[in-house]
């Protein structure tokens, strides 16, 4: 046991040299944990009282630790939007996206069969959840023109359309002469609209913004892919696709979209394609034509009663329950720095970017992406980030 272990030299915590020792030796050790840090200081000589926090405080502000250990951001599930929990009619506020493609027989030649791809175009009612699909021949704004043409044809005009800024979209809305409102253009509630739809274009690379539709996405394709592996052996035509993709909306459109009662008194299922057809699958009992006045005089009240107390209390309240993501932390602010994450390298090789623009939700003041300028091959490169993808640094 050496002199200075015997007789260390007892220091403040608080004195400026006590913290330059600190630093000095978790630089030695290579940048491990307190445990390390604490060691070397006191094989060295070092008796600073009260270590355990200064050490600790030192660690949580060294930029090679956060850039090497930091965790990942997270803040808490904004609220849903309001198009998501205000009564409105169906399809009056719709989310839309294409995904695809699939290889259809176009036709017959003298060597086989021609074939041709599809693209699928998903429109998904924010309010009731009920989806519509139509097909697309060619991703282009002209081909989903068309789409749109026949979706409002068919399901009524549309308020409000909601999508990421896939350049078939924004070409659209050029064509269509409509507003498009881009959430980093400030409050969109003070924006007046001049045509009758508002098309509002989620951040770049901002797919979760958009998690109401592409979550449909991924039903639809789950049970297209059941659809398709029953009849593997027939030739796909675009006539079939067009089937399938009709029952494929009446599957998914006949889901329950509150919890399942097991109450016997209520054995009814709300779905979204009893809110479009207004049948429920069953026989309705014939009114009596004798009473049929004062049937209608006072069921009117009974009807929009039973219509509130469903809303306000079994489907809005399934739709305000946050699974994950329940504390609110520090927003990330313009002039942050951050480290960008990369799945393809090595974390010591993850790029460090400067928060030029912060994009809030909807609905709150929380900071869901941020705009991240980084210096790349001698080149200014902006990227637009989820924030659960940076290290604050």
């Known amino acids: 046991m050496g002199l200075a272990s015997v007789h260390p030299v007892v ?13 000095h030796y978790h630089k030695n050790v290579k940048h491990q944990g307190r445990h390390f840090t604490e060691g070397a200081l006191r094989s060295n000589g070092f008796w600073i009282i009260g270590a355990k926090r200064l050490v600790q405080s030192i660690i949580q502000q060294c930029f090679l630790c956060k850039r090497l250990r930091g965790k990942l951001a997270h803040q808490k599930m904004a609220s849903l939007p309001a198009d998501r929990v205000l009564p409105s009619a169906p399809f009056s506020h719709v989310g839309v996206d294409v995904f695809g493609p699939w290889s259809v027989v176009a036709r017959k030649t003298r060597g086989g069969l021609s074939n041709a791809k599809r693209w699928a175009v998903i429109f998904t009612c924010m309010a009731i959840r009920a989806i519509h699909i139509e097909i697309l021949e060619e991703i282009s704004s002209s081909s989903f023109i068309n789409s749109l043409r026949r979706f409002v044809a068919l399901r009524g005009p549309v308020t409000e359309l909601r999508s990421d800024r896939g350049t078939n979209f924004v070409g659209a ?14 409050p969109v509630h003070k924006h007046l609209l001049k045509s009758g739809i508002t098309w509002r274009f989620n951040p770049p690379h901002a797919s979760h913004m958009g998690g109401s539709w592409e979550r449909m996405i991924g039903v639809v394709r789950r049970i297209l892919d059941a659809l398709l592996l029953d009849m593997r052996r027939k030739p796909l ?16 459109n006949s889901r329950p979209i509150t919890p399942i009662s097991h109450d016997p008194d209520s054995p009814l299922v709300l779905t979204p394609l ?20 004062e049937a209608y005089k006072h069921q009117w009240k009974h009807v929009q009663v039973l219509s509130n107390t469903f809303w306000k209390q079994e489907y809005l309240q399934s739709l305000q329950q946050r699974r994950s993501w329940k504390s ?25 970017g400067l928060v030029i623009r912060t994009f809030p939700s909807d609905s709150d003041t929380l900071v869901l992406s941020a705009e991240i300028l980084v210096i790349k091959n001698q080149e200014p490169v902006n990227y637009t980030r989820p924030i659960t993808e940076l290290v604050p640094l």
């Not at 809305?173 to 400030?186: C, I, K, R, T, Y």
């Open 11 to 23: 220091l403040p915590k608080n004195h400026h040299v006590s913290t330059l020792l600190v630093r």
């Open 173 to 186: 809305a050029a064509h269509l002469q409509v507003d498009a409102l881009f959430v980093e253009d400030g």
């Open 237 to 252: 035509t675009h006539e079939v696709l067009c089937t399938l993709m009709a029952e494929v909306c009446a599957i998914v």
């Open 274 to 293: 009893m809110l479009l057809t207004m049948k429920c699958g069953q026989d309705q009992i014939p009114c009596d034509s004798s009473d049929l006045k």
């Open 328 to 352: 609110e932390e520090e927003n990330i602010e313009e002039g942050d720095l951050v480290l960008l994450k990369d799945a393809e390298t090595h974390r010591n090789y993850w790029p460090v």
